[in-house]
């Protein structure tokens, strides 16, 4: 009897996946005849690729932020004509009723405004051409779509240290955003990664073993990024980690082209589709009744998924902000060693537990686990009036990269292998837009809140994880609900 329908074209049925191996068939992606160079140990190059892109990626995307924030800090105590130790590149004033704390403020609003500008240049066409390059990697392979992410991203920083460099007034900055947009941004390089890992592991645990490697290998990148920025910005110029991440991405570009082997070849693609066949097919999971009833499964993975992403991925602008204004008052190193340490407890406790939490956890607990973590965190990062508060929070955070691994798994698992790229296009897409909407959104709440509450912004995004933990609940209870239906009906 057929329990749960997969696509039309599905030769067998699709079955749930809350529990790894043991409530799975799913598709596999590697057999006993995969190419030789994908059984090699060349396959596992694309975490190392990944970690020196995101390295580049976030070690520019730190100093253009503080960039911004020191550069206001500058202009506004000038107007004002009130000197400041040339020699910080952090501002902070910590007497409320001196006028230098009002231009403090007004500095740190206009930082924060510039970040929304920056976050609608790069976003807006990053929205459009992340899920047309993300679709179409199913049809032109994996390679295509890195090279595309990285050669965007470096054209960015190679605009971005001319203008630093010759001091040109910061709206060009925007410019170079609007460039690495079209190429669609971080995501599209992450999502072709992911795809990648689900290219070659089969569904179920080792499906979720193979995001785990790439959100660690993400992790460890971000970990050096953030020291690594705050170290060169604190001891030579802003330009300097820029100019290295260019080096960085020129070599991770020859290291894709030249050992990294290709996951998804010419005879598995889908070719001679149109450009609304191959966007349509990121959408049909969600709203083709083709999937049957996995269909309302990945809706719900995808919502819980943004609403998460949204608290995550747009506190990274403002947080830095953050924590260089009063009452922390902290330096460019100490954010880079703060973040450090933060992305350190995350791949400890974060990535490495899922194996743990899998022996007696079903997978969308596990995701649940990681929701209340990044809501923990920024309820604390909210009330936190001293820096060993903020340790505090670092530390809360440790399980939040749980929610990302375990629903990114469960999606691919549902899903063919000739669709892992749009599977991946369909959550990047959605990442993009939240990262937007999130950049843009804390950014201008916190430009409107820092007058009378500096850490509201971070309540607003603890919010957006308790949806995302709402959602996360239905579906577990709806998920084991059809699980005990079906097997009442096999009885």
């Known amino acids: 009897m057929k329990t749960i329908s997969g696509t039309e074209n599905s030769k067998r049925p699709l079955k749930t996946v809350i529990n790894g191996d043991d409530s799975i068939s799913g598709y596999g992606t590697i057999s006993g005849g995969a190419p030789a160079e994908l059984t090699s140990w060349r396959r596992y190059l694309i975490g190392p690729l990944l970690s020196v892109y995101m390295f580049g990626y976030m070690m520019s995307y730190y100093t253009i932020t503080e960039y911004t924030n020191k550069t206001w800090h500058d202009i506004k105590f000038k107007e004002a004509n009130i000197s400041v130790n040339s020699s910080s590149l952090s501002v902070c004033v910590a007497n409320k009723s001196s006028p230098e704390f009002k231009v403090e403020?007004?500095?740190?609003?206009?930082?924060?405004?510039?970040?929304?500008?920056?976050?609608?240049?790069?976003?807006?066409?990053?929205?459009?051409s992340n899920l047309i390059l993300g679709s179409y990697t199913d049809a032109l392979g994996r390679k295509f779509l890195l090279?595309?992410?990285?050669?965007?991203?470096?054209?960015?920083?190679?605009?971005?240290?001319?203008?630093?460099?010759?001091?040109?007034?910061?709206?060009?900055?925007?410019?170079?955003?609007?460039?690495?947009?079209?190429?669609?941004?971080?995501?599209?390089?992450?999502?072709?990664?992911?795809?990648?890992?689900?290219?070659?592991?089969?569904?179920?645990?080792?499906?979720?073993?193979?995001?785990?490697?790439?959100?660690?290998?993400?992790?460890?990148?971000?970990?050096?990024?953030?020291?690594?920025?705050?170290?060169?910005?604190?001891?030579?110029?802003?330009?300097?980690?820029?100019?290295?991440?260019?080096?960085?991405?020129?070599?991770?570009?020859?290291?894709?082209?030249?050992?990294?082997?290709?996951?998804?070849?010419?005879?598995?693609?889908k070719t001679g589709k149109s450009l609304r066949e191959v966007v349509g097919h990121s959408f049909s999971f969600f709203i083709s009744k083709d999937y049957g009833s996995n269909r309302w499964k990945y809706q719900f993975l995808l919502l819980a998924h943004g609403f998460c992403e949204f608290s995550f991925l747009g506190r990274i602008g403002t947080e830095t902000i953050y924590?260089?204004?009063?009452?922390?008052?902290?330096?460019?190193?100490?954010?880079?060693?703060?973040?450090?340490?933060?992305?350190?407890?995350?791949?400890?406790?974060?990535?490495?537990?899922?194996?743990?939490?899998?022996?007696?956890?079903?997978?969308?607990?596990?995701?649940?686990?990681?929701?209340?973590?990044?809501?923990?965190?920024?309820?604390?990062?909210?009330?936190?009036?001293n820096s060993a508060m903020l340790y505090l929070a670092a530390a809360v955070s440790s399980f939040g990269p749980l929610e990302s691994i375990v629903i990114r798994s469960v999606a691919s698992s549902l899903s063919e292998p000739s669709k892992q790229g749009a599977i991946f296009a369909a959550f990047a897409s959605v990442e993009i837009i939240v990262n937007l909407l999130s950049n843009v959104g804390t950014s201008a709440i916190y430009s409107v809140s820092v007058k009378f509450m500096r850490g509201f912004v971070f309540l607003v995004l603890s919010s957006f994880d308790g949806i995302a933990f709402v959602l996360l609940i239905i579906l577990l209870i709806r998920w084991k609900r059809e699980e005990r239906k079906i097997t009442m009906v096999k009885i």
């Open 323 to 385: 924590q260089m204004s009063t009452p922390f008052c902290w330096s460019a190193e100490k954010v880079g060693l703060y973040g450090a340490a933060r992305t350190v407890g995350m791949m400890v406790f974060g990535v490495w537990s899922v194996k743990f939490f899998q022996l007696f956890l079903p997978d969308v607990s596990i995701a649940m686990i990681g929701v209340l973590s990044y809501a923990g965190c920024f309820t604390i990062t909210a009330l936190a009036n």
């Open 105 to 128: 403020s007004e500095a740190t609003s206009m930082a924060a405004q510039y970040m929304v500008y920056y976050s609608l240049s790069q976003g807006i066409p990053a929205v459009v």
């Open 147 to 269: 090279g595309v992410g990285i050669s965007g991203t470096t054209l960015r920083l190679i605009f971005s240290v001319i203008i630093i460099y010759f001091k040109f007034d910061m709206l060009y900055f925007i410019g170079a955003c609007f460039i690495e947009g079209c190429t669609g941004q971080y995501a599209t390089f992450l999502q072709v990664c992911l795809a990648y890992a689900g290219d070659i592991t089969k569904p179920g645990k080792q499906r979720t073993n193979g995001m785990a490697y790439i959100m660690f290998m993400l992790g460890s990148s971000l970990t050096l990024a953030s020291f690594a920025a705050g170290y060169l910005i604190q001891n030579y110029n802003f330009y300097v980690p820029l100019a290295a991440a260019v080096v960085l991405l020129t070599i991770a570009f020859f290291m894709m082209l030249v050992l990294l082997p290709e996951s998804f070849p010419p005879e598995k693609r």
